[in-house]
C-alpha cells in the first residue's frame, strides 16, 4: 500500500515537472493551447506572460486534469497516515476476505473531493486569466490580489474552523473511530468525509497557488510541505498557526513592496 501511494504521488508530481518545462520552453500543448502569434523579434515568453491565451473547451479539460494530477501529488503524502491505517484495519477485519474494494472506495472517496475542487479552481483560473489578474504562466498580476490571497489563507490559519479541520486530519484513529462505516460504500462515504475535512483544513492554503505560480514546483513543494508537516508534525497545530501568522506578514510586505 506504501508503493502504490508513493508511486501514485511520484507519477504525479513527473505529471507537473513535464508539464513546468513544456511551459517554460512556450510550449502550450498540455494546456491545449497553440503559441500566441508573435511579431518578428519579439520575445515569445514575454508575449505569453502579457496576452491571455483564448481558452476552449479541450484547454478547460487539460487544465482541470492537470488540477486534479496536482491535489494527487500535493495530498496523497498527508493523506498517507489516514488511509493507511483505515487499510490496516480492514485488513484486520476482513481476514478472510479480500480487502482492496473498501480500501480502494476509501481513496476514491477522498480524492473525489479534491477533484471537485480542482473543477471549481479550473473555472476560478480561466475567471482570473480572463479578467487579467492571472497570467497564461498563471502567476498572479495583481498586487491586490496577491494581497488577499495571502491575508484570507493567513487569518483562516488562525480560526477554530481551521482548528477543527486540522484536529481530524491529524487524528487517524479518532477520525475512524468516530466516523467508521461498514461495506464498500461504507468505505466511500467515509474517505469522502476524510476528504472534506482536509479541504476545509487546506482550501486557502491551495488558493496560495495563485499567488506564487500554478506551475511555480518550487512554490507547489513549498505548500505541499507545510500542508504535510501541520498533519503529521507532533506540534502540527502550532505548525498551521505560526504559518498563518507568517501569511499575514507577507501580506504585509507584498502589500508595501509593489
Known sequence: MVLALSSLSALAWAYLVVMARQMAAGDMTLMGMG????????????????????????TFLLMFIMWSVMMIGMMIPSAAPMILLFARVQRRKLADQAPTTRIAAFTAGYLLIWTSFSLIATGLQRALTELRLLSPMMESTSQFLA????????????????????????????????????????????????????????????????????????????????????????????????????????????????
Not at 511579431?39 to 502579457?50: I, L
Request: charged share 5%.
Open 35 to 58: 503559441a500566441p502569434p508573435a511579431m518578428p523579434g519579439s520575445d515569445m515568453m514575454g508575449a505569453m506572460t502579457t496576452s491571455p491565451l483564448p481558452w476552449s473547451l479541450l
Open 147 to 258: 494581497v488577499v490571497v495571502l491575508l484570507a489563507a493567513g487569518i483562516y490559519q488562525l480560526t477554530p474552523l481551521k482548528l477543527a479541520c486540522l484536529k481530524h486530519c491529524q487524528s487517524p484513529i479518532g477520525f475512524l473511530t468516530s466516523h467508521w462505516k461498514n461495506g464498500t460504500l461504507g468505505s466511500l462515504s467515509m474517505g469522502i468525509e476524510h476528504g472534506m475535512f482536509c479541504l476545509g483544513c487546506c482550501w486557502l492554503l491551495m488558493a496560495l497557488l495563485f499567488v506564487g505560480g500554478v506551475m511555480n514546483l518550487i512554490w507547489v513543494a513549498v505548500i505541499a510541505t507545510f500542508v504535510l508537516l501541520e498533519k503529521v508534525a507532533p506540534k502540527g497545530q502550532i505548525v498551521g498557526r505560526v504559518g498563518g501568522v507568517l501569511l499575514i506578514a507577507f501580506a504585509g510586505y507584498v502589500a508595501f513592496h509593489p
